[in-house]
T-cell receptor, first 115, second 118 residues
Framework: GAVVSQHPSRVICKSGTSVKIECRSL??????MFWYRQFPKQSLMLMAT?????????EQGVEKDKFLINHASLTLSTLTVTSAHPEDSSFYIC???????????FGSGTQLSVL | AQKITQTQPGMFVQEKEAVTLDCTYD???????LFWYKQPSSGEMIFLIY??????QNATEGRYSLNFQKARKSANLVISASQLGDSAMYFC???????????????FGRGTQLTVWP
């Protein structure tokens, strides 16, 4: 089946630094990628939708200057958490879908801890 | 209003028994899709089953079946012959809009933690 690779799986950083998370579709072209955030024991909350070659669409309440999303190619999207603070600590998970396809395939997630 | 409601925070089932996980949804869009995902403790989201709003028959995938009751707006997941490896968090999700729509994104419920005991 389709595979989405997400790296890193875990990252610990100091407050004020930036962290980049990569999401790659390995065997299909992902025209649309989604970034979710999940707090412990809670549901996935959609942060933004990115389409290849265009600007990401952010959900209400998500700071676009803080969570920079780049979808420069059909197989790669990145999420950069800029000037991270402890409240940004969370589980971030990406998903990808091919054009016209129904299923979303998810990466394995990134646990971000900001000290 | 919540688009996806999962009323069971936790469920317990004995190995080899069947279990039903509840999901109700709310949408005014005539075209939508319903999904179930499994999230083990490792964090990855594993696709289990899909039901389209216009599909005539209930979806089945191996031991998973979706009990789709359109008038009641419910999409319960039935797992038959539970296995210890089924212990995980299960999420119901909905996509509004036509099949394959690039605008369609998934709305998730709060999840149900399933524990299978020997």
């Amino acid at each position: 089946g389709a595979v989405v690779s997400q790296h890193p799986s875990r990252v610990i950083c100091k407050s004020g630094t930036s962290v980049k998370i990569e999401c790659r579709s390995l065997d299909f072209q992902a025209t649309t990628m989604f970034w979710y955030r999940q707090f412990p024991k809670q549901s996935l909350m959609l942060m933004a939708t990115s389409n290849e070659g265009s600007k990401a669409t952010y959900e209400q309440g998500v700071e676009k200057d803080k969570f920079l999303i780049n979808h420069a190619s059909l197989t790669l999207s990145t999420l950069t958490v800029t000037s991270a603070h402890p409240e940004d600590s969370s589980f971030y998970i990406c998903s990808a879908r091919a054009a016209g396809a129904e299923k979303l395939f998810f990466g394995s997630g990134t646990q971000l801890s900001v000290l | 209003a919540q688009k996806i409601t999962q009323t069971q925070p936790g469920m317990f089932v004995q190995e080899k028994e069947a279990v039903t996980l509840d999901c109700t949804y709310d949408t005014s869009d005539p075209s939508y899709g319903l999904f179930w995902y499994k999230q083990p403790s490792s964090g990855e989201m594993i696709f289990l089953i899909y039901q389209g709003s216009y599909d005539q028959q209930n979806a089945t995938e191996g031991r998973y079946s979706l009990n789709f009751q359109k008038a009641r707006k419910s999409a319960n997941l039935v797992i038959s012959a539970s296995q210890l490896g089924d212990s995980a968090m299960y999420f119901c999700a909905m996509r509004e809009g036509p099949r394959g729509s690039t605008l369609g994104r998934l709305y998730f419920g709060r999840g149900t933690q399933l524990t299978v005991w020997p």
